[in-house]
């Protein structure tokens, strides 16, 4: 059985955020051929043009990790109506220089939670928008916006009851996506 490897890429560096926990916790709703690597941003420099002649090693490591990897996950938060700005920065550190994009072809789910109503939708639509430029396919439906209540997650760190069916849907489609974008 082919082994399916993402890469995890989480928006936030706060070791206790909602979108890890999320990350965490829906990973867990895969099937067993999947197996997850979070991939860490928060140790990537600024990204800076003159530096494309030689990338820092955290760059180079982290390009090899997505390069490596069969899929891709996003987890964000929403900060000011967007991306954060770390997660900007490693969409931009991994597709530079030109020519050499890391992201290419790779299949992708986008997901996360925030405390407001409309979850991390603007985010969501904004990071979409970047990775149709990158030229990664994106899973569109069913799309998820979640808002971290009371019950979401429960004392394990487990989706709750409430959410769990609908997770599992979104985590079903995007393993046939994954599967379906195959090179």
């Known amino acids: 059985?082919?082994?399916?490897?993402?890469?995890?890429?989480?928006?936030?560096?706060?070791?206790e955020s909602f979108n890890r926990q999320l990350a965490n916790a829906i990973i867990r709703l895969a099937p067993s051929d999947f197996a997850f690597d979070f991939v860490e941003i928060g140790n990537l420099p600024l990204y800076n043009q003159d530096d494309d002649a030689g990338p820092s090693k955290p760059v180079l490591e982290f390009k090899e990790k997505i390069k490596s990897?069969?899929?891709?996950?996003f987890v964000t938060p929403e900060y000011n109506r967007s991306i954060p700005g770390v997660l900007k920065n490693a969409l931009d550190q991994g597709s530079r220089?030109?020519?050499q994009n890391?992201?290419?072809?790779?299949?992708a789910g986008v997901i996360g939670i925030s405390i407001g109503a409309i979850g991390t939708a603007l985010a969501q639509q904004h990071l979409r928008n970047v990775l149709t430029f990158l030229d990664v396919p994106t899973l569109q439906q069913p799309?998820?916006?979640?808002?971290?209540?009371?019950?979401?997650f429960d004392a394990e760190g487990?989706?709750?009851s409430g959410s769990k069916d609908f997770l599992q849907n979104w985590m079903t489609k995007y393993a046939d996506w994954v599967r379906k974008h195959q090179k």
């Open 1 to 15: 059985m082919k082994q399916y490897r993402i890469a995890v890429i989480v928006g936030s560096l706060r070791k």
């Open 69 to 73: 990897s069969n899929g891709l996950l």
């Open 97 to 99: 220089p030109y020519g």
């Open 102 to 107: 890391s992201w290419t072809g790779l299949p």
């Open 143 to 152: 799309e998820i916006f979640l808002q971290a209540k009371e019950g979401f």
């Open 158 to 160: 487990n989706i709750g």
